[in-house]
């Protein structure tokens, strides 16, 4: 993903905004991955999520895909976090 850029993955693929939290958005791809499984050649379709982080001092977008059970932007962060809720963490200046 760092390789291709946010800027381009937003481009080729349809994104919608399904919450934000402070400077981390959680993304879905409307276009979802494809693939077929080689052994049975059953058709699955996979949809990601992803948990746009901004920089809020650089303004460097990251990107980390997460669950796509995941429908909040703290609930993913907590999930990236490995369980620690970002209120936690977080410190104002």
């Not at 800027?7 to 879905?28: G, K, M, P, V």
């Not at 991955?33 to 990601?48: I, N, T």
């Not at 982080?53 to 990236?80: D, E, F, K, Q």
Request: charged share 20%; glycine share 4%.
């Amino acid at each position: 993903m760092q390789q291709i850029g946010y800027d381009r993955i937003c481009q080729e693929l349809a994104t919608q905004a399904i919450d934000s939290w402070r400077e981390y958005t959680l993304l879905r791809l409307i276009s979802r991955l494809q693939w077929v499984h080689p052994l049975r050649g059953l058709f699955f379709e996979e949809p990601m999520h992803l948990l746009k982080m901004t920089c809020p001092s650089t303004g460097h977008i990251h990107a980390l895909r997460v669950p796509p059970t995941l429908t909040s932007a703290r609930a993913a962060i907590r999930w990236a976090n490995w369980g620690v809720d970002p209120t936690a963490f977080v410190v104002e200046t």
